[in-house]
């Protein structure tokens, strides 16, 4: 039990907007378990239950949770911006303990930040692999930041499974298969959020986060490490 919120790692996300308006969103993490800790107290709406969101892939039970943890984590965020277009100019900070990001880009590539922080601390047991990232969360990474970040990630812990006497996979295949998921998990949760928005920031944050994860995924088919030899030839020559 936490005596008061100095003890959650807190990462806050500010939307300025040109017109004046601007908006916050608080997002606290428990620091062991690296899941989000949900300040609101009341039901979840009607279309975050299980039997209207969940992934045709998701191996939790319909019996067992009520509500998709992802789309319990997205729901403010998707119905704020309901109706604002993926396009509009913003001014993102995004502030954390040890230091403040700020960026001015379209609303979309902001909202693509955020949700990529919510969907890995939701509690989806197939997202939850991500989760050491959040740790060290890289807002506005670029597609080269990330796939360094997520090889790193599942290298360093197919060491520890080798530490811990079982096999690791150095072949990346658990990767490949990992990021199929994530692929199918962001595919759905672009057409349901697609009836619940007048206009396209979520759905267009998603597709962002989706080109992503299809990248990593089109490295390790291909083989293509060449920009990583090249980084690394100082460790391979």
């Known amino acids: 039990m936490f005596r008061d919120r100095s003890d959650l790692l807190e990462i806050n996300y500010k939307f ?3 017109d004046g308006k601007s908006t916050e969103f608080k997002v606290f993490i428990e620091p062991n378990t690296l899941t989000v800790v949900r300040t609101i107290k009341e039901p979840p709406p009607e279309w975050t239950k299980m039997e209207n969101f969940q992934c045709p892939h998701c191996p939790l039970n319909k019996d067992e949770y009520k509500y998709c943890p992802v789309a319990v984590n997205l729901k403010d965020v998707i119905s704020f911006f ?14 954390t303990i040890e230091r403040t990001y700020i960026k001015h880009t379209m609303v979309q590539d902001g909202v693509g930040s955020l949700l990529g922080i919510l969907m890995a ?3 989806c047991p197939i997202l939850s692999k991500l989760r050491p990232m959040v740790k060290s969360h890289l807002p506005f990474a670029s597609i080269e930041e990330t796939e360094q970040r997520v090889f790193s990630n599942y290298l360093f812990a197919q060491y520890i499974k080798s530490k811990n006497g079982t096999t690791p996979d150095w072949s990346l295949e658990g990767l490949k298969s990992l990021y199929s998921d994530i692929q199918a998990i962001n595919q759905n949760i672009a057409m349901k959020i697609a009836d619940l928005e007048a206009l396209d920031t979520s759905i267009n944050a998603v597709v962002v986060l989706n080109n992503f994860a299809d990248t990593v995924t089109f490295s390790i088919d291909e083989d293509d490490l060449s920009y990583y030899k090249n980084l690394f030839k100082g460790w391979i020559e």
């Open 16 to 18: 300025e907007f040109e």
């Open 82 to 95: 309901s109706d604002t277009p993926s396009y509009e100019n913003v001014v993102v900070t995004v502030e």
């Open 121 to 123: 601390s939701s509690g």
